[in-house]
Nanobody, 116 residues
Framework: QVQLVESGGGLVQPGGSLRLSCTVP????????MIWSRQAPGKQREMVAT???????DYAGAVKGRFTISRDNAKRTVYLQMKTVRPEDTAVYYC??????????WGQGTQVTVSS
């Protein structure tokens, strides 16, 4: 079982920036898609950003133009750069690695709170 390790969450003011990191320990992850999702209190988990192993990206409409997903295969890490954050971005953010249809790994989640 692979447990992804997320970091970088915290409290940020509206309009500010934050960068989340997700590291895959002990194995390479050049294959498969990396996905950032989030879950706000009382709401369902939703996809935020996706990056395939070929580098293609996709974003939820609510974050397009503000968030950027990237990956560093040498560091086994995927990032979510968040800019111009809004109070509605407040959520627990989760990293997911879809290595194969039958091999899906999650991180433990990191809290992001946008508030003045």
């Amino acid at each position: 079982q692979v447990q992804l390790v997320e970091s970088g969450g915290g409290l940020v003011q509206p309009g500010g920036s934050l960068r989340l990191s997700c590291t895959v320990p002990g194995t390479t992850f050049t294959s498969g898609a990396m996905i950032w999702s989030r879950q706000a209190p009382g709401k369902q988990r939703e996809m935020v950003a996706t990056m395939t192993d070929s580098g293609s990206t996709d974003y939820a409409g609510a974050v397009k133009g503000r968030f950027t997903i990237s990956r560093d295969n040498a560091k086994r890490t995927v990032y979510l750069q968040m800019k111009t954050v809004r109070p509605e971005d407040t959520a627990v953010y989760y990293c997911k690695w879809v290595r194969a249809p039958e091999l899906i790994y999650w991180g433990q989640g990191t809290q992001v709170t946008v508030s003045s």
